[in-house]
């Protein structure tokens, strides 16, 4: 999705205070009830969901699997193409990049893992250059390791060539082999095999695949939101592919969403420490190629409504929109052509959800 290259310097300033939940809010673990939108105007995101999902296909985006809006803690709008339904599996893509942080979250409210030290991998030895990337380093995707994050190119990819080629039986061992392109810190450069080093870690605390990281991430994550169709990937390492694979029904990616519009916290039990959160919607990096802007592994919309995202391949969206208390899934087969009127429909949909003046 992006390219590497010198970012600018982020725009000074810290997010705003997230939002208590208001009086009634829910934070549902079973069948979640359906509530009233709270604001802005009901009959306006019905107008804007129902032409989409009535059919198949759109000119303007594509397939529309699945939206789900969370305000409140309750459903408020929830649509579903032709071939889905509440039940449906969907694939993150690169959604779970934002789960990976949340996994680490768990491991740093633990004391397992300190993101600001140098973070060990069997490829970086004392006196390998690499050994001074951080966890935050590569947590902000500004490590200096070389990476081309490209979808069709097979020829230059590193993402296809990690994902599908020499590198898909070891996912993290493939990304932390490449070289330094930059100095460590310097530069951000989003890149999916980024993501998968950090996620070696949690197959190094608990033991690889669906017995070790998987029963970690069912423990810690999945089983206190109530994400009972979650179900993650591995490679032959027994790695999960943090960066592309999980799978789970719309409304499981909402209560992920729900999450951290509660600052790490579900039902009174902090499932995150206290500032990760933040630390995810911290603007930290404008990518100088289409100058969106980047976190710590969650997107930062920068707007008046304080919104920061979890991005996935062809439009899939994870946004938390605490001026609203809002969540909003969106899940789809949108090709990047068509990014300019997927842009436009989430400002049109973020419209309805505004009170008029």
């Not at 206190?224 to 592309?244: F, I, K, N, Q």
Request: net charge negative; charged share 25%; aromatic share 10%.
């Amino acid at each position: 999705m992006s390219g590497p290259g010198r970012s600018p310097g982020p725009r000074p300033g810290s997010p705003a205070p997230l939002p208590p939940p208001p009086a009634g809010a829910t934070h549902p673990r079973d069948d979640w009830e359906a509530g009233p939108q709270l604001t802005g105007d009901p009959a306006a995101v019905a107008g804007l969901l129902d032409p989409i999902f009535a059919v198949d296909t759109t000119p303007e985006l594509g397939r529309s699997l699945a939206l789900v809006a969370v305000q409140g803690g309750r459903i408020v709008a929830e649509r579903y193409g032709p071939s889905a339904g509440p039940d449906t599996p969907f694939i993150s893509w690169s959604t779970a990049k934002s789960f990976t942080h949340a996994a680490l979250g768990v491991l740093a409210l633990d004391g397992r893992f300190r993101p600001d030290e140098p973070f060990r991998t069997p490829e970086w030895g004392d006196d390998d250059p690499r050994a001074a990337i951080t966890g935050t380093d590569l947590l902000r995707m500004r490590s200096g390791l070389r990476f081309v994050e490209d979808y069709v190119d097979e020829t230059t990819s590193d993402c296809l060539e990690m994902l599908w080629g020499s590198g898909a039986d070891d996912v993290a061992g493939y990304a932390a082999s490449l070289p330094l392109e930059h100095p460590v810190g310097s530069t951000f450069n989003y890149s999916s095999g980024t993501t998968n080093v950090l996620a070696r870690r949690l197959s190094e605390e608990f033991g690889p695949g669906p017995g070790g990281v998987g029963a970690f991430l069912a423990e810690r994550l999945f089983e206190p939101l109530g994400m009972r169709s979650a179900a993650p990937r591995y490679d032959a390492a027994g790695t999960w592919v943090g960066s592309s694979y999980l799978y789970a029904t719309a409304r499981d990616f909402a209560r992920f969403g729900l999450l951290y519009l509660r600052d790490g916290t579900w039902d009174g039990r902090r499932l995150l420490p206290e500032g990760w959160v933040d630390r995810a919607r911290t603007l930290r990096s404008v990518d100088p190629d289409d100058g969106w802007c980047y976190g710590e592994h969650w997107w930062v919309r920068d707007d008046d409504l304080g919104t920061f995202w979890a991005n996935g391949y062809e439009g899939q969206m994870i946004a938390v929109v605490p001026a609203l208390d809002l969540v909003v899934v969106r899940i789809g087969k949108t090709s990047s052509e068509l990014r300019p009127h997927l842009e436009r429909f989430w400002q049109d949909l973020t419209a309805c959800f505004r009170d008029r003046p």
